[in-house]
Structures are given as C-alpha cells and as structure tokens.
C-alpha cells in the first residue's frame, strides 16, 4: 500500500503533544482512501522533563521534510517508519 498527501501537525498544550494529520491511502486495486485523524500524546515515564521538552516546539510552526514508508496492515492493526529533518 502507497500514500501521498501525507500531512501532520503538532501543537503543544503544556504536558501534552497535540497531533492532527491526514493521508490518502493508495490501495493496490486502484481505489483510495483518506485518513483523517487526531491524537493527545503524552509522555510516559519522565514528567519532569515533558514540559522542557514541550518549550522546544516552535511557536511559529516549522517545516519539516519526511519520508514516509508504505503503510503495512496486520490484522486490524497499521504500522509504517518514518525519517524526517
């Protein structure tokens, strides 16, 4: 499975990491799918470092080139690998 138009944005509200992002998904039969989602993250384990960690997220946004895998399915779960910089 491909994808193209793969979009995300991050935002940060104090402890927590704010995700919004959205694909199309590419099925191999030729039809599409578009994926719209979002998500709260928050950091396991180190509370005392989620907000210094959080302050390191530009205000003003930034941009950010990544290189997105092919969707792998298993089940009902999704899975892919991402580089970015």
Do not use: C, H
């Not at 979009?7 to 959205?22: F, M, P, V, Y």
């Amino acid at each position: 499975m491909a994808n193209q138009d793969y979009e995300i944005q991050w935002s940060t509200d104090d402890n927590r990491l704010l995700e919004t992002g959205s694909v199309t998904l590419l099925l191999s039969s030729g039809e599409s799918i578009r994926q719209v989602w979002s998500s709260i993250i928050t950091p396991e384990n180190r509370p005392d470092r989620v907000s210094a960690v959080f302050k390191k997220f530009p205000r003003n946004g930034q941009v950010v080139t990544a290189s997105v895998s092919a969707f792998k399915f298993n089940k009902n779960g999704m899975s892919y690998t991402w580089e970015g910089w």
